[in-house]
């Protein structure tokens, strides 16, 4: 009967434990490619590939102009209060806020690239970050 019994509570044990694991839906790395239109008109294309762990962005990977830069989330601060903000390579790709299920429906704000040692210009604090946005290259990115 004590056998039982200690089997009873090891069982139970184990599946609290499973369940406090996560589903392993959370924790999935997926990826998801947006197509942008850049500029006044939309004459400029932007592709961006996403990596998200469950609904969380993780990563941008951003191509422009056959240029491809693998840029990582900033979510120190309040980086990310208004919406997403990748950087890497030199560069920061900021955008509306987004998840996995609504990353296709967002617009994105612009692309820039940092001026190393730009002594002497003006420049304007970076938005949701630390810094000074650099040589804007792409703004007013609609969904395509």
């Known amino acids: ?7 009873l509570l090891t069982g139970a044990a184990v599946i609290g434990l499973a369940g406090c ?3 392993p839906d959370s924790q999935e790395l997926t990826q998801k490619t947006v197509e942008y239109n850049c500029g006044p008109g939309g004459e400029q294309p ?8 469950g609904d969380e ?9 056959n240029q491809a830069v693998d840029m990582t989330r900033v979510t120190s601060g309040n980086a990310d209060m208004v919406g997403n903000t990748f950087r890497g390579g030199g560069f920061t790709w900021v955008t ?3 998840d996995r299920d609504d990353v296709d429906e967002v617009d994105g704000n612009m692309l820039t690239q940092d001026n190393p040692g730009a002594a ?3 420049s304007m604090p970076a938005s949701g970050g630390t810094g000074m946005v ?4 792409l703004r007013d990115c609609k969904v395509s």
């Open 1 to 7: 009967m004590r056998k039982c019994h200690i089997l």
């Open 21 to 23: 694991a996560g589903s």
């Open 46 to 53: 932007l592709t961006v590939q996403y990596t998200f762990r």
């Open 57 to 65: 962005a993780l990563s941008a990977r951003v191509v422009h102009m």
């Open 96 to 98: 509306g806020k987004f």
């Open 120 to 122: 002497g210009q003006a």
């Open 134 to 137: 650099g040589t804007i290259l």
